[in-house]
T-cell receptor, first 112, second 112 residues
């Protein structure tokens, strides 16, 4: 099973809302990632969790708050977002030292 | 700063043609180079190339890593309309373990 699942598939939220994106994998991977992808651009790394601990934060604004409750789950909490945060948010996972990352289908986020 | 450049950015060919996509990189302490295919949503993994595995093949797709020239090519023979997608090249550096640096992608369109 090489599947990473993400919910919801689509999300529309206002600038004052609080929402969360969820990601799950059952491949036993110990590294999980959040990426942001704007139209016609490659994915941009936001956060990396290794063994449930935050190991990389690519200077992401605090209105994005990641959480890794256990080795299979990754959340991204959203609060007071801006319209320019509208994008496809991708989750990925990998074994700790492997570059081979498996991506989920993404959440298409629209901030109004 | 680590950098990955893909060419061409866009390519339109007819079904049955053979295409070659290029990726060049400047990375300190190279670990691996990966190719992904992205259609509507998530990037799907194609190949990972390392110093110990510089050539990979799967069906009509093949890829070669040239460590001397710091580059890689992705070949697709007998193209089909289903090969239409964005092809992403990403590089992993040792000290940036778990961090992939993506190129801009090549948008490939196969016309019937």
């Amino acid at each position: 099973d090489t599947e990473v699942t993400q919910t919801p598939k689509h999300l529309v939220m206002g600038m004052t809302n609080k929402k969360s994106l969820k990601c799950e994998q059952h491949m036993g991977h110990r590294a999980m990632y959040w990426y942001k992808q704007k139209a016609k651009k490659p994915p941009e790394l936001m956060f990396v969790y290794s063994y449930e601990k935050l190991s990389i934060n690519e200077s992401v604004p605090s209105r994005f708050s990641p959480e890794c409750p256990n080795s299979s789950l990754l959340n991204l909490h959203l609060h007071a977002l801006q319209p320019e945060d509208s994008a496809l948010y991708l989750c990925a996972s990998s074994t700790f030292w492997a570059g081979e990352q498996y991506f989920g289908p993404g959440t298409r986020l629209t901030v109004t | 700063e680590d950098k990955v450049v893909q060419s061409p950015l866009s390519l339109v060919v007819h079904e049955g043609d053979t295409v070659t996509l290029n990726c060049s990189y400047e990375v300190t302490n190279f670990r691996s180079l990966l190719w992904y295919k992205q259609e509507k949503k998530a990037p799907t993994f194609l190949f990972m190339l390392t110093s110990s595995g510089i050539e990979k093949k799967s069906g009509r797709l093949s890829s070669i890593l040239d460590k001397k020239e710091l580059s890689s090519i992705l070949n697709i023979t007998a193209t089909q309309t289903g090969d239409s997608a964005i092809y992403l090249c990403a590089v992993e550096a040792v000290q940036g373990a778990q961090k992939l640096v993506f190129g801009q992608g090549t948008r490939l369109t196969i016309n019937p």
